[in-house]
């Protein structure tokens, strides 16, 4: 098993590999080397407990707000006109590659937009998350990536509006999800009903689908 540079295509049909970074290849067909995808270099969804990631309507629901202070929020905690603010994920995820989420807006001063991405980018000038009005009250389910240093997303608001952010799954590569949000392994009352039945694995595949 050659290692240090990518697998020649030359080599027979069968033949595996591992580049210098730790992926598998494998020559798949005369010529044609194909990558192996392994939890080390596939992104995979994780579902959660769905999670309120911030809320600027209290105090309480600011508290993953990593850069708060009167420039990015005013008296009544609205996220203020052109201002970023930069959320902290780590309670939940530890090297995440990116995030589903819901986002809420309510008592927007005027129209305006919100934009969630991720941290540590140049904000990107022509998208928007959501769009909204005066003293409207809107929700949009979102995707974003998560910052390459930082577990943390971003949030500009073009016009001063509350926002809510809850969030229900993560895609990770390399990283982890905290085990007390997971919605099956980490709960205490989903543990005692699988013990007194069938694993999840063994519904699987003993069981059949409705369907057919």
């Known amino acids: 098993m050659p290692s240090g540079d990518f697998l020649s295509d030359q080599a027979p049909v069968g033949s595996i590999g591992v580049d210098k970074d730790g992926n598998f290849q494998v020559i798949s067909a005369p010529g044609w080397v194909d990558y192996v995808h392994t939890t080390g270099n596939s992104n995979r969804i994780v579902p959660i407990a769905p999670q309120r990631l911030v809320d600027t309507r209290t105090a309480a629901g600011r508290a993953r707000i990593v850069n708060a202070s009167s420039t990015t929020l005013d008296s009544s905690?609205?996220?203020r006109d052109r201002q970023v603010i930069h959320l902290d994920l780590t309670d939940f995820v530890f090297v995440g590659d990116a995030l589903f989420g819901n986002l809420t807006v309510t008592t927007a001063?005027?129209?305006?937009?919100?934009?969630?991405?991720?941290h540590g980018i140049t904000r990107p000038a022509?998208?928007?998350t959501i769009n909204?009005?005066?003293?409207?009250?809107?929700?949009?389910?979102f995707m974003s990536g998560i910052g390459y240093n930082y577990d943390y997303i971003s949030v500009y608001a073009?016009?001063?509006?509350?926002?809510?952010i809850d969030i229900v799954a993560?895609?990770?590569?390399?990283?982890?999800?905290?085990?007390?949000?997971?919605p099956f392994s980490a709960s205490a009352s989903a543990r005692s009903a699988e013990s007194a039945g069938q694993s999840r694995a063994e519904r699987a595949k003993q069981g059949t689908p409705s369907w057919k």
């Open 109 to 118: 001063v005027a129209s305006g937009f919100v934009q969630v991405y991720p």
């Open 126 to 128: 022509d998208f928007s």
């Open 158 to 164: 073009h016009r001063t509006t509350h926002i809510i």
């Open 132 to 141: 909204y009005s005066a003293n409207q009250i809107l929700s949009n389910s």
């Open 77 to 79: 905690g609205r996220l």
């Open 170 to 182: 993560f895609v990770l590569s390399v990283g982890q999800v905290n085990p007390a949000i997971l």
